[in-house]
């Protein structure tokens, strides 16, 4: 079975580690947001969605009259206009643009939370007109976070989400959703150069936790077995990484680009795959006779 597409959250959280420029276009039930990328740095987001509706917003605010907003809206085609119109009537610029700061934030929860279909973009000039000094950073995998998590409190029952098993809940759902994109390190939080050792250490520490969510009274059947996929995953990351010829063999591809990640793993656990090879051409010279472990035997010449 073929891996599900990623979600929008993934895509924007491995853009901005690729330090990529352009649209990331997620679309809603309520219309399409666009989040605009420069170097891997969110910088705007637009939105078809009423519910991040500048207008609505100035409303709510109380720094616009409801009558006076279906005039402004056909006045003004851009939050800037509505902005500079309002200016004109009087209002602060400053508590506008704070305003607008945090719709933007909206649109870049709710389509980093429920994206049905995302889409990348690089569109030379698509970020022309956008001033990167109006609007600070925004921390595209906290937002990322929040949104994810607001939505898994939703929709996963499971421990108190400030308790040991539901702070464990959150770090497993997260890796979960990144999965396309997480490399193996990723998934057991350590870094390439770490001592075989210390990676057991780690892989040990994530099955514990994650098989405590798993066996928690209060978690439902989605998380229970998002649990059991995920600890599957962390074991077999550990087997495959401890061996320094296979560590040798995935750290080459990694830095090629074409290492498997985390949803391989779990496609691996779900249904075992016989034969299976990565779709990047690998180096064709056969693996020496020293070379035994899972990846030396399928990349061939990766530990030498």
């Known amino acids: 079975m073929p891996p599900s597409p990623p979600s929008t959250y993934e895509l924007a959280v491995a853009l901005g580690r690729r330090a990529a420029t352009g649209v990331l276009r997620a679309t809603l039930s309520a219309g399409e947001v666009q989040i605009f990328l420069l170097a891997g740095r969110l910088l705007w987001a637009t939105s078809t969605d009423p519910r991040s509706s500048l207008g609505a917003a100035f ?6 009259d409801p009558s ?16 500079s119109a309002l200016v004109k009537r009087g209002r602060d610029r ?25 889409r990348f973009d690089e569109v030379p000039g698509s970020l022309d007109g956008i001033d990167p000094t109006l609007l600070p950073d925004l921390d595209l995998l906290a937002i990322g976070q929040d949104a994810r998590r607001a939505v898994e409190a939703q929709q996963v029952s ?5 308790s040991p098993h539901g702070i464990a809940a959150h770090q497993l759902l997260e890796r979960y959703h990144a999965r396309h994109s997480d490399s193996w390190y990723d998934l057991l ?10 990676l057991q250490r780690a892989a040990d ?18 998380l229970r077995r998002k649990a059991g996929r995920m600890v599957q995953a962390v074991q077999l990351a ?16 990694l830095q090629r ?32 006779p020293r070379q035994k472990g899972f990846l030396a035997r399928l990349f061939g010449g990766g530990g030498r």
């Open 59 to 64: 409303v709510a605010a109380g720094l616009m």
């Open 68 to 83: 006076e907003l279906p005039f402004l809206k056909a006045e003004a085609r851009t939050d800037d206009d509505l902005i």
């Open 94 to 118: 400053d508590r506008l643009e704070a305003v607008r700061r945090e719709v933007l934030r909206g649109r870049v929860r709710m389509a980093l939370a429920e994206g049905e279909d995302a």
């Open 158 to 162: 499971g421990p108190a989400p400030d």
């Open 189 to 198: 939080g350590v870094r390439p150069s770490v001592s075989p050792a210390s």
């Open 205 to 222: 520490q994530r099955i514990a936790a994650w098989s405590a969510v798993a066996d928690h009274p209060g978690v439902g059947g989605d």
């Open 238 to 253: 550990a087997e495959r990484l401890v061996p320094e010829s296979d560590r040798d063999a995935y750290d080459q591809l």
């Open 257 to 288: 680009g074409g290492a498997p990640r985390v949803a391989d793993l779990i496609a691996e656990a779900e249904a075992p795959l016989h034969g299976f090879a990565p779709t990047m051409e690998t180096d064709p010279t056969p693996a020496p």
